[in-house]
């Protein structure tokens, strides 16, 4: 045993004295040549002939110096293999959706009449004539097409009577239009009602002076009203 391990020594203190021995002598050439004469790749020791001597493990000896370029040595060096960048691909456009422009509104229309209560009215009562009914009718035609959203009537009287008795006549034949409109089909709720009597009279003071008469009666006339406003949009055709 004791033989062997001495034989082991020996051989190996063989290899690292010739190792050595090339080492400097690679080493005194190289100098000599100058920095000049060394090879474009001095990473590792070369003897005479260019080659890569090897240890007794079959390891090539190191200079110490880096490649000028990245190298490829036989046997000493895993063999490099280049690896594919691959090209970014650029992202597909995303598709925006579509602006669609807000259809516009409708138009607001306004619509205001002053109906002779008269003719929608027999003297002194609240309940519509049949020529009254017709001229409602008319109205019904002419705001067709519009959506109402507020509709609002509104009684009138002349002077002649009581205010108390004026008022609630008033308001009645105020109610007797609402009626008539919902009947044809205009929401109850979309109609208001009231009545102002004899408190906002279209004559003017002196107007038509005197007792009550038939002429005065007659004169007075235009007091004796229904006022209707509807608020509404028009619909498309």
Known sequence: MTSMLMKRSTGLAAAVALALIILSTSTIAQEAAGPQARPADSTYLRDAGGSVPLSAYGLCWHTGFAPASPTFTEGCDAKLVPVAIATPVEP?????????????????????????????????????????RATLDDFAARIKGIDPEAIKTVGHTDRIGPSEYNQRLSEERAESVKAYLVGIGIPAQRVETSGKGENEPVTRAGDCPGAKSAKVISCLQPDRRVDVALVGSRMPQ
Do not use: I
């Open 92 to 132: 597909a456009p995303v598709a925006q959706p579509a602006v669609v422009a807000a259809a516009a509104p409708p138009p607001v229309v306004l619509e205001k009449l002053s109906f002779d209560a008269d003719m929608l009215f027999d003297f002194d009562k609240s309940s519509l004539r049949p020529a009254g």
